[in-house]
């Protein structure tokens, strides 16, 4: 399976997914750390990818997502945005929308 | 190390109508983009305007940077 193809299994495998440097618990990056911070606060339920674990999708996802930073929320399958896009829906109330809806 | 300088001129030479403030300490930037080009646009789709205009810098180059965008 090619570095794609498993992450698009790891997003519709869960609706709510954080690729992301550490661990929710144990985040290893200040903006990391933020989101998953974010996600809690929210009750969400979510699924951490330690991209620090493996290299191939460290740098998959910023092939996949067209996006070059980490971390990178996904909802639904859908690409949400980095720790920016994500601080700010929260704070104007959309974050809540989005993982509900 | 790259400093703040640097990333405002890459910023607005790689994204026409803008312009940038930027601050960091050489491993972590904020970057203020102001482009009117930005009208419209979902705060995801502005940064990827920054993101483009930086290109390649992003690989290693800059290490953080975190967007803020305006359109005035």
């Known amino acids: ?101 | 190390m790259v400093t703040p300088q640097e990333i405002k001129t890459w910023i607005e030479t790689g994204l026409p109508n803008s312009s940038a403030t930027v601050d960091g300490d050489g491993q972590h930037f904020e970057a203020l983009v102001t482009c009117p080009d930005f009208e419209g646009k979902r705060e995801i789709q502005r940064h990827r305007m920054v993101y483009e205009a930086l290109g390649s810098k992003m690989d290693s180059t800059i290490h953080a940077l975190s967007i803020k965008t305006q359109t005035r």
């Open chain 1, 1 to 101: 399976m090619s570095v794609a193809e498993q992450i698009k299994q790891i997003i519709e495998n869960d609706d709510i997914v954080l690729f992301m440097k550490g661990t929710p618990d144990f985040p290893q990056c200040g903006f990391s750390g933020r989101v998953a911070q974010i996600l809690n606060e929210c009750n969400a339920k979510f699924v951490g990818v330690n991209v620090l674990e493996d290299p191939e999708i460290r740098q998959g996802i910023k092939d996949f997502s067209k996006w070059p930073t980490i971390p990178q929320l996904y909802v639904k399958g859908e690409f949400i945005g980095g720790c920016d896009i994500v601080n700010e829906m929260f704070e104007n109330g959309e974050l809540k929308d989005v993982l509900n809806g």
